[in-house]
């Protein structure tokens, strides 16, 4: 499946490209490369055509949701790049400002309904033909394709990144250089550095690439900071669990774990959730409530289906399944549960956020970010940790032995009793985890 994706990715990316290329030149009359990279790619492209991919297909003959969905996720990876890429070069890259119902400018509703068409016809008829199209090319050989493709990738993604950083104008003289070969690749280093800013600037001629210093924060976690973000994940994550812990109790009768990890009750769909609403809402928190409701329902749903799906196809394994209660979607969302999420976006943003921002940021700076940072250390070893074990439990569900000293270690810490008491609602199933 993984090297299906991978092909995916870079056809979406190469098509994205074409489809840009022609679009503006049909515009302007003339040509403008219009990806970021040097290569012919369109990463965003490739990025929303692998989740639909991924998403869409148990879903391909409910055209509503089909079309909805496919448009949703698009809608907000192009919002995502929009707003990166104007953090990163201080311009926009596209604007839909003179578009009706257009959020930001850089998305917009006529927009969103070419991409879930496109979704629509992606799911249905394009990704099967391309498929058996990639089935044709004997694997070893895709494979090196591939594996170019991601090499040359990969630099050209750390050259742009150091353009944008503006690395040029921060590194030291060539003359100054001693040695011939360092001299030689620092001065390869910088055309190319100089080549990807000009055609950059061609592209977007209001680009900047000058940077600025920042003034030294003297507030920790301050505004919408990464360490604010950080602390609103692990908060979230902590609260979620407790949150459907006593719910489960009050609706069901029982205590019943929620938490995603093996070490400590955290909810890691929770914490990703605040702290992605938190990232993606801040600038937009002082809006109406209505407006907080229908961005959380539509993109909490989205969120919420994109987790199952997930988490299914990585570890094997369904950890919720909503097919008794109506309006479902495939059992991974349902009309209930988008709405409650709607009503946590406009508690969140109205009451529950502007207190423990204040609470946040009256942590010293110094401890602060040392706080954060060994409380991702402690995350990062602890979604290892319970993706092998998950990994393994699934394995021995289906009969498979211990192959490894590892292996054994997690069957005797992580038994099946252990496991069924963390995760009592995980059911496996028969896809395989991705390799």
Known sequence: MLY???????????AGWVLEV????IRRRRYVDRGVLNGPLCVIYGIAGVIIAVTMPEIRDNLFFLFLYSALYATVIEWIAGHILEHATGTRWWDYSHLPFNFDGYVALPVSAVWGFLGVVMVRWVNPLLVDLIDLIPQPVGLGIQIAA?????IDAVDTVLTLANVQNRLPRVEQMGNRLSTLTLKLGLWLLGRTERRMVKANPRASFARTKKAKPTVFAQGCSFYKIVMLFFIGSFLGDIVETIFCRITAGYWMSSSSVVWGPFSIVWGLALALATWLLYRYKDRSSTFLFVVGTLVGGAYEYLCSVFTEIVFGTVFWDYSAIPFNLAGRVNLLYCFFWG????????VFYPVLSRWIEKIPLRPGKV?????LVFMAANVLVSSAALSRYTARVSGVPAQNAVE?????HYDDARMAAIYPKAVHTDKPAVK
């Open 343 to 350: 009503i946590a976006a406009v508690i969140w943003f109205r």
């Open 22 to 25: 022609l679009f503006v030149a």
């Open 150 to 154: 991601e090499v040359v990738l990969v």
């Open 408 to 412: 054994v270690y997690l069957d005797a």
């Open 371 to 375: 706080i954060t940072w060994c409380l």
């Open 4 to 14: 299906h994706l991978v092909w995916l990715f870079f056809l979406y990316s190469v």
